[in-house]
C-alpha cells in the first residue's frame, strides 16, 4: 500500500512517510517545456550513482542513501521531463518494496545534482532483518523505460555477538537462528529484540527475525531451511502461525534443526506434535499472578510472573518427557516439554515447548533463568559453574593490610582474582597520588598480583569534581547527564593508561570496568574500541544485565557481576541475598557464572562465606580473562 507523503508528488511507503527526508527536487529538476525523450539507445540522456554512508551498519544505527544524477548536456538530445524517479528494496529473505517515488521530474539539460535521498532508523520495517540489502534507483518514463538507474548494496549485522574474524579459522564456528513471531505490534516488540539480542549476544548464533505477517513481509514455504534452529515465538494471541510455517516445521524440512516454540498457539498444531513427538496441547491458564516453576532436571524452584500461561499433555513418554511444571490447586501443570522426532530418534530431543513468554514479565534470578539453561541443551553449550570475585575499588587509599589480607587468603585457597584499579587517587581538582610516582602504592598493587591475579582499568581517577572511589567519573549524578564529550572520554582512559604503562603494569591488565557502571552510548562505543573485555554487565538494554553469562558486542565480551556485591551498610541482609542467589544459579544444569566484587576494606569474614559456600557447591574459580576473545 502507498500513501501520499511528506512532498507533494511524492508516495511513501506507509511505515516511512514520516521517516523521509523529504525530496527537495522541486529545488533541483527545473521543470521547462521540452521533447518526449526519443535519443539513441547509445547515448545515454543522464548518468546516476547512489550511495550509502556505510557498507556495513549495526542494529543501532541509521541507513542514509545519497544519490547524484546528471543530464546530458548534448543539444541535439531530447529533454527528460515527467519522469518518476522510483527507489525499490531487496530485502535479506528476498522480497522488495516500494521505499518511494517522485512523481513529474524533470531534469534540466547539463545540469547534475547530489542529495540526500532517505535517512532512516535501522529499527523501522524496512530494516527490520539481518543480513545484505539492495537498493535499486531509477528513472523511468511513463512506459517504464528507464533512462538511467544504479543499484547500492549493504549489510545490516548485529550490534552483538563477536565476528568471526577475532578468531583463529574455525575457533568459533557459530550457528543460525530463525525466529518467527507475530506482526510487529506492541506485542511482539520489545520481547522478540530482547530474544533476538540474547541469542546474538550469549549463545554463539547469528539471528535473523522473521515478522509473519506484515505489508511486505511474511513467512513463505522454505524460509526455515539456511537455519539450524527455528523459534516460534507466539506473542499475539489474536494471530497464529501461519500453514506455511507449521508445514515447514513438520516436514523434512526440519530434519537435523532444533525446533523452539514458545507462548501461544501450541493449540495450532495439536494434531502434528501428538503425532510427531509424543505430547499436545492441554489448556490456556489466564490470569495468573505470581507463581512457582519447579525445574524437574534439578528440583530447582524459581518465581514466575507471566499472566498467560499455556500447559501440554504428555502422551508418549517414550518421545516427550516434562522439564518443568506450576502448580495450580495443588495439581502440577507441565509447563516446559522437550521431545524427540517419531521417525528421527537418532536426533535426540529436537521439539522444545515453554509455555510462558521468557522475555516479557521479568524478574532478577527469575524463571527465565531456566528457559536460558534449557537454549544451552538446545544450542549444545556446556558453560560449566564458572565462579569469578574482583576486589573493588583498589587505588592508593586502599589499606595494604586489608588488600594483601584479602588476596593472601584467596591465594591459599586457589582462588584466583581480578584487582578494579584506579592509578589516580584525586580529590576535586587535587591529585593527591599516581601510581607511577607513588612507590607504596605500586608495591601494594604488585604484591598482590603475585598472590594469583590479574587488573582491569576502573577509570582513571573515578572521580570528576569529588573524591576517588565515591564519584563517577563519565556521569554527573547530580543532573543525571553525561559528563564531557567522545575527546574528555579518551583523555581520561589514556591517562589511566599511561600510569599503567609507566608503572610495568602492563602485562597484567586485561580490561576496563566503567566507574559505578555509568557513562554516555558514545563513552562505551570508546571503551570497547580500546579494551576486548569490559568486566560489568552489559549496558546495551534488552535486559541484558538479566543474562547470567559473558555477553557479545561486536568487538568486546563483557563479563557481568550477577551476584553483586557487599555493601558496608547492611553486609549481612546483603550475604544473605547472595547466597540466595547462588541457590538459583546452583540450579541451572549447563552453568553460569557466579561473578561478584567485594572491597577489601570489609574484611575477610563475608568474603570467606561466599567462597567457602561456592567451593562446596562445585564451583570452579577462574580469571576474568578467561572469558577474553
Not at 513418554?317 to 524427540?340: F, H, M
Amino acid at each position: 500500500m502507498q500513501r501520499k507523503g511528506v512532498s507533494g508528488g511524492i508516495r511513501c511507503h506507509r511505515q516511512f512517510r514520516c521517516l523521509l527526508v523529504a525530496f527537495v527536487l522541486f529545488t533541483l529538476f527545473v521543470s521547462t517545456p521540452g521533447l518526449v525523450p526519443n535519443a539513441p539507445a547509445s547515448v545515454p540522456l543522464c548518468a546516476m550513482e547512489t550511495w550509502t554512508d556505510q557498507a556495513i551498519y549495526r542494529t543501532d544505527q541509521r541507513v542514509t542513501l545519497s544519490m547524484w544524477i546528471k543530464a546530458n548536456s548534448n543539444p541535439d538530445l531530447a529533454q527528460i521531463e515527467n519522469t518518476t524517479l522510483l527507489i525499490t528494496l531487496k530485502q535479506p529473505f528476498g522480497q522488495f518494496i516500494t521505499l518511494s517515488t517522485q512523481n513529474k521530474v524533470t531534469l534540466a539539460k547539463g545540469r547534475e545534482w547530489t542529495v540526500n535521498l532517505f535517512s532512516l532508523p535501522i529499527n523501522t520495517e524496512a530494516f527490520r532483518n539481518l543480513g545484505a540489502y539492495q537498493t535499486h534507483t531509477q528513472l523511468l518514463d511513463d512506459r517504464g523505460q528507464v533512462f538511467c538507474e544504479s543499484f547500492t548494496n549493504f549489510e545490516i549485522r548485529t550490534a552483538f555477538g563477536l565476528q568471526k574474524d577475532l578468531f583463529a579459522p574455525g575457533a568459533h564456528e557459530k550457528t543460525t537462528t530463525l525466529i518467527v513471531t507475530s506482526r510487529r505490534t506492541e506485542l511482539t516488540d520489545p520481547f522478540a529484540s530482547i530474544l533476538a539480542v540474547w541469542l546474538d549476544a550469549a549463545y554463539q548464533t547469528t539471528t535473523q527475525v522473521l515478522y509473519q505477517e506484515g505489508l511486505s513481509q511474511s513467512y513463505h514455504t522454505g524460509d526455515l531451511n539456511p537455519f539450524d534452529v527455528v523459534i516460534y515465538y507466539g506473542l499475539d494471541f489474536d494471530q497464529p502461525p501461519p500453514s506455511e510455517f507449521i508445514a515447514d516445521v513438520f516436514s523434512e524440512k526440519a530434519r537435523g534443526k532444533k525446533i523452539v516454540w514458545l507462548g501461544y498457539h501450541l493449540d495450532s498444531v495439536i494434531s502434528e506434535t501428538s503425532a510427531f513427538y509424543g505430547f499436545r496441547f492441554d489448556r490456556l491458564s489466564s490470569g495468573n499472578s505470581a507463581t512457582t516453576l519447579e525445574y524437574l532436571d534439578t528440583d530447582s524452584r524459581y518465581t514466575l510472573l507471566n499472566p498467560d500461561l499455556s500447559f501440554g499433555v504428555v502422551q508418549d513418554p517414550g518421545l516427550a518427557r516434562v522439564r518443568a511444571t506450576v502448580a495450580e490447586k495443588d495439581s502440577p501443570n507441565n509447563l516446559i516439554i522437550s521431545a524427540t522426532h517419531v521417525d528421527r530418534p537418532e536426533e535426540g530431543e529436537s521439539f522444545y515447548f515453554f509455555g510462558f513468554h521468557p522475555t516479557a514479565n521479568l524478574l532478577n534470578f527469575g524463571a527465565h533463568l531456566v528457559f536460558l539453561d534449557l537454549l544451552n541443551e538446545v544450542y549444545g553449550i556446556d558453560r560449566g559453574k564458572t565462579a569469578l570475585v574482583r576486589l573493588e575499588d583498589i587505588s592508593a587509599n586502599t589499606r595494604e593490610e586489608d588488600l594483601l589480607g584479602i588476596t593472601g587468603y584467596l591465594r591459599d585457597q586457589g582462588v584466583p582474582f581480578t584487582l578494579a584499579l584506579i592509578p589516580i587517587f584525586a580529590t576535586g581538582d587535587t591529585v593527591v597520588s599516581r601510581l607511577s610516582e607513588d612507590q607504596q602504592f605500586r608495591r601494594m598493587v604488585k604484591n598482590a598480583l603475585l598472590d594469583g591475579g590479574e587488573f582491569v582499568l576502573h577509570g582513571a581517577t573515578h572521580q570528576f569534581d569529588g573524591v576517588t572511589g565515591i564519584d563517577f567519573e563519565f556521569w554527573d549524578e547530580v543532573r543525571d547527564t553525561p559528563v564531557g564529550d567522545e575527546a574528555f572520554v579518551r583523555q581520561r582512559v589514556a591517562d589511566g593508561l599511561i600510569e599503567i604503562s609507566f608503572s610495568g603494569l602492563e602485562s597484567q591488565l586485561v580490561g576496563w570496568e566503567t566507574p559505578h557502571y555509568k557513562a554516555a552510548p558514545d563513552a562505551y562505543e570508546v571503551f570497547e574500541e580500546l579494551f576486548s573485555l569490559i568486566y560489568e554487565p552489559n549496558p546495551w538494554g534488552y535486559n541484558l544485565d538479566l543474562v547470567p553469562y559473558a555477553t557479545e558486542r561486536t568487538n568486546t565480551v563483557y563479563v557481568p557481576t550477577p551476584l553483586g556485591f557487599i555493601p558496608a551498610d547492611h553486609a549481612q541482609q546483603a550475604l544473605q541475598t547472595m547466597l540466595g542467589y547462588i541457590e538459583k544459579l546452583d540450579g541451572l544444569q549447563y552453568g553460569a557464572l557466579a561473578s561478584f566484587f567485594y572491597h577489601p576494606f570489609l574484611g575477610l569474614d563475608n568474603l570467606k562465606v561466599i567462597v567457602e559456600t561456592l567451593q562446596q557447591r562445585g564451583w570452579t574459580f577462574k580469571l576474568a580473562s578467561s572469558f577474553s576473545p
